[in-house]
């Protein structure tokens, strides 16, 4: 994966931030991404490139537990979610949805907003290009590729 990173160096971005609720009456992920992290920064859709990646603090999905957060970043064309930590559910939202989501501490010190990506899931490394540095992050286990390669885990299962 290859994309320009957008930063958010705060911590405990919750998931009414990452899509408010008032947006939940909707389930088509490209209608969601309208309104992707609208809360946070108004024009973060206009900035977005297909394939760009947010880069965020600790605690990335902390809050209620939904779905439609996974679903509005990637029909926002979000390539996938870098944080320091993750909260659990989010992170599971994203496993569940065959959405990658990439923990990496240090990742916030050594990424800046506007950096070019490229991320090597299989080898757990994030080459800063801009940079010219190799981040490294622990690979995800068997079976979250396995979900991942499926389509999601209602396609894993149905397999």
Same mark, same amino acid.
């Not at 902390?62 to 996974?70: F, L």
């Not at 990506?117 to 940079?131: M, P, V």
């Given at each position: 994966?290859?994309?320009?990173? /957008?930063?958010?160096?705060?911590? /405990? ?54 779905? /439609? ?27 569940? %949805? ?21 991320? %090597? ?6 080459? %800063? ?19 991942? %390669? ?10």
């Amino acid at each position: 994966m290859k994309g320009k990173a /957008h930063v958010f160096t705060r911590a /405990h971005i919750n998931t009414d931030e990452i899509i408010p609720a008032r947006h939940l009456v909707i389930d088509d992920e490209a209608e969601l991404a309208k309104f992707a992290m609208e809360d946070i920064d108004a024009d973060f859709v206009n900035k977005m490139t297909p394939g760009d990646i947010i880069v965020a603090g600790e605690d990335f999905g902390c809050g209620s537990s939904r779905e /439609h957060a996974v679903w509005a970043l990637r029909g926002a064309g979000v390539s996938c979610v870098i944080a320091e930590t993750f909260a659990r559910i989010y992170y599971r939202n994203s496993v569940n %949805n065959g959405y990658p989501a990439i923990e990496c501490s240090g990742a916030i010190g050594k990424i800046d907003d506007g950096d070019e990506l490229d991320i %090597n899931i299989a080898a757990g490394s994030i080459k %800063n290009l801009t940079k010219g540095t190799d981040i490294p992050f622990v690979p995800f286990p068997e079976f979250v590729v396995a979900i991942a %390669n499926a389509g999601g885990l209602l396609e894993s299962i149905k397999e």
